[in-house]
């Protein structure tokens, strides 16, 4: 096979593997969080203020700090739990621990669109806080959540490809090291309308998903 | 026109001192203050009072979604006791709710809407499904079992919420202005259904209400309440007839004069 097209198909597999990795992991850790959060707020379901205070201060702080820095402070952790701290399986931690508080903060937001009277309807019906989470929070908001899923996924793309700036791999390490520091345009310009493509079939396809599962309409 | 029901006279819901505050950074103000009445057993009872009388704080109370600072309540003899979760929910069972708005859940069908307090009660699949097919007929929502709650109107939107309040077969309904969102052929229609339930299910029922004449049709005793005190508690005719207090007049008078 013509070594380009090679390459671009491994970026392109690179790419998606930290991105569905990291998007899967950040999902399993944000979830839970943004649960606690919308529970724990003042005249939630187990009302803990101060534990939504710590938690909402800590998510803020990982917030701020730019993906770059992070991956760079994130290094020994990487290292010590994959054993590298480049590559595509170097890049999957840091890019989920920038995302699980990103993840936190719009599965709170999509949670609390959910009105209170329909909490406080089916509290009195007798449904415990899980069947509540589950029945009402999550599945009511399902439509809401997959719509933000592409958002999540579509940033991951982006920190994937500033991964590539330190030995990341992906089609950003490709954009990077073709593109950037042998100045091979034509391969930063394929890198470029890959991204672009994987992009639209993310966004669209989630957006339609959405669209079909949404009864509020 | 009131329709008495007395099956027996016994209580279902008696209210004593019941006083509900709250603090607001400048003072405290009274919700709810030393409030004591009796619902029969038969009954249904209307609340009527002004915007911010106290009647949401009141049904909120009884329905255990706020604590009261003071007083108890006992329904069906049992005292509601606010601390023992697993008691409230065995409570509960007895009483259902229709709420102000209906709060359907939106992405389950008017069936599973329906069969909901069902499922959180881990019922078997063949009793839900008897229990719901029933209470369709009975609320007259044939055919609409697999719409979404977002393709119906106001009136069709109340029955399902009507018919999730009666899945448990309760002894007592609590309804927050089931009508004040419905225009006045469909609210002719769910008082009909109303009624109908009343009667057949031998269901007591508490509503609160800023309409008077849902109250005239519906109710065969109102308690007038205002600034969370209680101010006057008779038989519907006797009420509209012979108002006593100030604000009863007030409240009734607003009918005849819109």
Same mark, same amino acid.
């Given at each position: 096979?013509?070594?380009?097209?090679?390459?671009?198909?491994?970026?392109?597999?690179?790419?998606?593997?930290?991105?569905?990795?990291?998007?899967?992991?950040?999902?399993?850790?944000?979830?839970?969080?943004?649960?606690?959060?919308?529970?724990?707020?003042?005249?939630?379901?187990?009302?803990?203020?101060k534990l939504h205070l710590i938690l909402g201060s800590i998510i803020n702080v990982m917030r701020s700090l730019p993906f770059i820095i992070l991956m760079v402070v994130l290094i020994p952790f990487t290292r010590w739990v994959t054993g590298t701290s480049i590559g595509v399986f170097g890049t999957i931690i840091p890019l989920f621990i920038s995302a699980t508080p990103f993840v936190a903060r719009m599965i709170e937001t999509s949670l609390e669109e959910i009105d209170q009277h329909t909490i406080s309807a089916i509290e009195v019906m007798?449904?415990?806080?899980?069947?509540?989470?589950?029945?009402?929070?999550?599945?009511?908001?399902?439509?809401?959540?997959?719509?933000?899923?592409?958002?999540? *996924?579509?940033?991951?793309?982006?920190?994937? *490809?500033? *991964?590539?700036?330190?030995?990341?791999?992906?089609?950003?390490?490709? *954009?990077?090291? +073709?593109?950037? +520091?042998? +100045?091979?345009?034509?391969?930063?310009?394929?890198?470029? /309308?890959?991204?672009?493509?994987?992009?639209? /079939?993310?966004?669209?396809?989630?957006?339609?998903?959405?669209?079909?599962?949404?009864?509020?309409? | 026109?009131? &329709?008495? @029901? #007395?099956?027996?006279?016994?209580?279902?819901?008696?209210?004593?001192?019941?006083?509900?505050?709250?603090? $607001?950074?400048?003072?405290?103000?009274?919700?709810?203050?030393?409030?004591? #009445?009796?619902?029969?057993?038969?009954?249904? @009872?209307?609340? &009527? %009072?002004?915007?911010?009388?106290?009647?949401?704080?009141?049904?909120?109370?009884?329905?255990?979604?706020?604590?009261?600072?003071?007083?108890?309540?006992?329904?069906?003899?049992?005292?509601?006791?606010?601390?023992?979760?697993?008691?409230?929910?065995?409570?509960?069972?007895?009483?259902?709710?229709?709420?102000?708005?209906?709060?359907?859940?939106?992405?389950?069908?008017?069936?599973?809407?329906?069969? @909901?307090?069902?499922?959180?009660?881990?019922?078997?699949?063949?009793?839900?499904?008897? $229990?719901?097919?029933?209470?369709?007929?009975?609320? %007259?929502?044939?055919?609409?079992?697999?719409?979404?709650?977002?393709?119906?109107?106001?009136?069709?939107?109340?029955?399902?919420?009507?018919?999730?309040?009666?899945?448990?077969?309760?002894?007592?309904?609590?309804?927050?202005?089931?009508?004040?969102?419905?225009?006045?052929?469909? $609210?002719?229609?769910?008082?009909?259904?109303?009624?109908?339930?009343?009667?057949?299910?031998?269901?007591?029922?508490?509503?609160?209400?800023?309409?008077?004449?849902?109250?005239?049709?519906?109710?065969?005793?109102?308690?007038?309440?205002?600034?969370?005190?209680?101010?006057?508690?008779?038989?519907?005719?006797?009420? #509209?007839?012979?108002?006593?207090?100030?604000?009863?007049?007030?409240?009734?008078?607003?009918?005849?004069?819109?």
């Open positions: 096979m013509n070594p380009i097209v090679n390459l671009l198909l491994e970026g392109t597999l690179d790419t998606l593997i930290m991105v569905i990795l990291s998007l899967f992991l950040a999902y399993l850790f944000g979830l839970p969080l943004g649960i606690i959060l919308v529970l724990t707020k003042k005249s939630g379901l187990m009302e803990r203020p007798g449904a415990s806080i899980y069947q509540i989470v589950i029945h009402v929070y999550i599945k009511e908001s399902i439509p809401s959540l997959i719509r933000n899923i592409p958002i999540v *996924a579509i940033a991951l793309i982006g920190y994937s *490809a500033m *991964a590539g700036a330190t030995g990341g791999g992906g089609l950003g390490d490709i *954009a990077i090291r +073709y593109g950037y +520091y042998n +100045y091979d345009t034509q391969m930063m310009l394929w890198t470029i /309308i890959i991204i672009i493509v994987l992009v639209q /079939i993310i966004q669209v396809s989630f957006t339609g998903l959405s669209k079909k599962i949404d009864k509020r309409l | 026109m009131s &329709i008495a @029901f #007395f099956y027996m006279e016994e209580a279902m819901i008696e209210i004593r001192n019941l006083t509900k505050s709250y603090v $607001t950074q400048e003072n405290t103000f009274n919700a709810l203050e030393d409030i004591s #009445f009796t619902v029969e057993d038969g009954d249904l @009872f209307g609340i &009527i %009072g002004m915007s911010g009388a106290g009647k949401s704080t009141l049904l909120n109370v009884i329905s255990g979604l706020i604590k009261p600072n003071q007083g108890e309540i006992l329904i069906d003899g049992e005292i509601f006791d606010y601390e023992d979760e697993k008691r409230l929910k065995e409570l509960r069972k007895k009483i259902g709710f229709v709420f102000q708005g209906y709060h359907l859940l939106m992405q389950k069908t008017v069936y599973e809407n329906i069969a @909901f307090p069902l499922r959180i009660q881990k019922k078997n699949e063949e009793e839900i499904k008897q $229990t719901v097919d029933e209470l369709i007929i009975k609320v %007259g929502l044939v055919g609409k079992e697999n719409v979404y709650p977002a393709k119906l109107s106001g009136g069709q939107k109340q029955r399902v919420a009507i018919a999730r309040a009666l899945v448990n077969k309760p002894r007592l309904l609590l309804l927050d202005e089931p009508t004040s969102a419905l225009d006045s052929l469909t $609210t002719k229609e769910i008082i009909r259904l109303l009624q109908h339930i009343h009667k057949e299910e031998k269901v007591t029922m508490l509503l609160i209400t800023h309409e008077i004449n849902v109250a005239r049709i519906l109710t065969n005793k109102v308690l007038v309440i205002d600034q969370g005190r209680f101010i006057e508690l008779k038989n519907t005719e006797d009420i #509209f007839l012979n108002p006593e207090s100030e604000i009863a007049k007030l409240l009734l008078g607003k009918e005849v004069q819109p």
